[in-house]
T-cell receptor, first 113, second 116 residues
Framework: GESVGLHLPTLSVQEGDNSIINCAYSNSASDYFIWYKQESGKGPQFIIDIRSNMDKRQGQRVTVLLNKTVKHLSLQIAATQPGDSAVYFCAESSSGSARQLTFGSGTQLTVLP | EAGVAQSPRYKIIEKRQSVAFWCNPISGHATLYWYQQILGQGPKLLIQFQNNGVVDDSQLPKDRFSAERLKGVDSTLKIQPAKLEDSAVYLC??????????????FGSGTRLTVV
């Protein structure tokens, strides 16, 4: 069935380096893709979203890239900080799903001092 | 702006017992969702409400799970009887009207349920 998946379950980066978290999706009808950060004991926290008619969107220290040709999504975090350590999920939504989200399984990002 | 409130934060019950979770969405958010998050996985939608009506409950195990949203504000999710595989975090989310970006889609901190 349709799914959203991640390439790597864990990622460790040095503080100050850039982080790249990848996500593959299979639902070609998806029209929104969203990245969430989830810290232990908390609910998912919105980071950034991108519509399917865009290929790049930037926020504060984050950039999301969308490649519809290969159905791939990535989240880039610049100058990674200890507070960025968390599980990151990509999620997709389609206009026919009443804004319901389909999540991938997550990537655990660990920032090393 | 106050966030999505959920209670209790933790619950431990024995299998075959019943349990209920409560959610208070962000003021003015007409749409409310319940998600189940099993350890190590992403959240999975259980049910979606628009005001006090059910939009989609196709993934809700209706033989044991029920949910309601009386008066279109607070919502309650109930499990009766609970099974071991129901151990998970139950997340409530609410969203701003369609057409707005997903920044207005907000999750609560969840209720962690352990069934023993």
């Amino acid at each position: 069935g349709e799914s959203v998946g991640l390439h790597l379950p864990t990622l460790s980066v040095q503080e100050g380096d850039n982080s790249i978290i990848n996500c593959a999706y299979s639902n070609s009808a998806s029209d929104y893709f969203i990245w969430y950060k989830q810290e232990s004991g908390k609910g998912p926290q919105f980071i950034i979203d991108i519509r399917s008619n865009m290929d790049k969107r930037q926020g504060q220290r984050v950039t999301v890239l969308l490649n519809k040709t290969v159905k791939h999504l990535s989240l880039q975090i610049a100058a990674t900080q200890p507070g960025d350590s968390a599980v990151y999920f990509c999620a997709e939504s389609s206009s026919g799903s009443a804004r319901q989200l389909t999540f991938g399984s997550g990537t655990q990002l660990t920032v090393l001092p | 702006e106050a966030g999505v409130a959920q209670s209790p934060r933790y619950k431990i019950i024995e299998k075959r017992q019943s349990v209920a979770f409560w959610c208070n969405p962000i003021s003015g958010h007409a749409t409310l969702y319940w998600y189940q998050q099993i350890l190590g996985q992403g959240p999975k939608l259980l049910i979606q409400f628009q005001n006090n009506g059910v939009v989609d409950d196709s993934q809700l195990p209706k033989d044991r799970f029920s949910a309601e949203r009386l008066k279109g504000v607070d919502s309650t999710l109930k499990i009766q009887p609970a099974k071991l595989e129901d151990s998970a975090v139950y997340l409530c989310a609410s969203s701003s009207p369609p057409g707005q970006a997903y920044g207005g889609y907000t999750f609560g901190s969840g209720t962690r349920l352990t069934v023993v």
